[in-house]
C-alpha cells in the first residue's frame, strides 16, 4: 500500500512540475549514458479527424531505459505542430528535453 501511494505521489508531482515546464527548453530527465535506437512500428489509423501521431521516445528509468510509445493527439490549437523530446548529450551525461506542441 506504501509503494502505490509513494508512486501516486511521484506522479502527481511530475504532473504538477510538468506544468511549469519553459516550452522548448525544459529538461526532464538525466541519464548516465544515451539512449538505444528508437522503436518503429505501425502507426495506424486516426482514432478521428484533427488527431496527429506522436512518435515515441526512450525515457531513463532510473536503471535502464523504458520505451514510451507513441500516441494519437489533439493539438491544442489550429495550425500547433509537435515539437518531439529529445537526448542531448550533456557533460558527462545525457539529458532530455520534454516534447511540446508549437
Do not use: N
Not at 548516465?32 to 528509468?61: C, L, S
Not at 532510473?62 to 518531439?84: E, K, M
Amino acid at each position: 500500500m506504501k509503494q502505490k501511494l509513494l508512486a501516486a505521489g511521484f506522479v502527481l508531482a511530475g504532473t504538477l512540475l510538468g506544468g511549469c515546464a519553459v516550452r522548448g527548453g525544459y529538461y526532464s530527465g538525466y541519464a548516465a549514458y544515451g539512449p538505444p535506437a528508437p522503436r518503429y512500428g505501425v502507426v495506424g489509423v486516426a482514432p478521428g479527424p484533427g488527431y496527429i501521431w506522436t512518435d515515441g521516445f526512450w525515457d531513463w528509468g532510473g536503471r535502464d531505459w523504458r520505451w514510451s510509445p507513441g500516441r494519437w493527439q489533439r493539438p491544442p490549437h489550429a495550425g500547433a505542430h509537435w515539437v518531439a523530446p529529445e537526448w542531448r548529450h550533456e557533460g558527462r551525461g545525457w539529458r532530455r528535453r520534454g516534447g511540446y506542441w508549437r
